[in-house]
């Protein structure tokens, strides 16, 4: 079992960075893969990064290709996005999510509130 918190969001305007972190709880951290999503009012929820177990491989979406870097640090149980050049397109509620193997992810955080002005 897995818990997920994450933490980091914001307002911000156009053009700035944000960090948001997902700390996770359970043993075994270290064996799940992460990902990051998104889902902006009215909107379907949107893939925006994933990294492996081991921090060597790592997607993400043409949208954020190039602003986003996911990163995890295993010795903190902790995953990584860092949002840079930020575009109000952005704003949306991001979350965290976790998995054993391949195929669905399995547990989701509450997500944390990113706003981008114009």
């Known amino acids: 079992q897995v818990q997920l918190v994450e933490s980091g969001g914001g307002l911000v305007q156009a053009g700035g960075s944000l960090r948001l972190s997902c700390a996770a709880s359970?043993?075994?951290?270290?064996?799940?893969?992460m990902a990051w999503f998104r889902q902006a009012p009215g909107k379907e929820r949107e893939f925006v990064g994933s990294i492996n177990w081991s921090g060597g491989s790592t997607l993400s979406p043409d949208s954020v290709k190039g602003r986003f870097v996911i990163s995890r640090d295993s010795a903190k149980n902790t995953v990584y996005l860092q949002m840079n050049s930020l575009k109000p397109e952005d704003t949306a509620v991001y979350y965290c999510a976790a998995r054993r193997g391949p195929g669905d992810f399995e547990y989701w955080g509450v997500g944390t509130q990113v706003t981008v002005s114009s």
């Open positions: 359970g043993r075994s951290f270290a064996m799940y893969s």
